[in-house]
Nanobody, 125 residues
Framework: QVQLVESGGKLVQAGGSLRLSCAASGLTISNSNMGWFRQAPGNEREFVAA????????YYSDSVKGRFTISRDNAKNTVYLQMNSLQSEDTAVYYC??????????????????WGQGTQVTVSS
């Protein structure tokens, strides 16, 4: 069974940091593009960050560039999202996703075939 399980979301004050984890089972993250997306109430799901299967190239949305870092531990089959300098605008449910088809457009939700259940991040100002 293919599964992604996120963890690490919680309530944090503005300016603080969090690290989200995404543990994969039934798939190998090193053979997949992996992404993080988020969705705030009333908004569409939006791209946050991605890491390519080959070479580990990383991509970020403009709103998180310089503050968030995506990484992976192939031995643990886990992807991380380190979030620093959190702002109230970062409040959302964060989703991990896997693109086993290795699409070029890593920013599109439609490129991903497997999604986690999401983890809530709330930033208080």
């Amino acid at each position: 069974q293919v599964q992604l399980v996120e963890s690490g979301g919680k309530l944090v004050q503005a300016g603080g940091s969090l690290r989200l984890s995404c543990a994969a089972s039934g798939l190998t993250i090193s053979n997949s593009n992996m992404g993080w997306f988020r969705q705030a109430p009333g908004n569409e799901r939006e791209f946050v960050a991605a890491i390519k299967w080959s070479g580990g190239s990383t991509y970020y949305s403009d709103s998180v560039k310089g503050r968030f870092t995506i990484s992976r531990d192939n031995a643990k089959n886990t992807v991380y999202l380190q979030m620093n300098s959190l702002q109230s605008e970062d409040t959302a449910v964060y989703y991990c996703a896997a693109d086993r088809g290795l699409h070029l457009a890593v920013v599109r939700t439609t490129s991903y075939d497997t999604w986690g259940q999401g983890t809530q991040v709330t930033v208080s100002s």
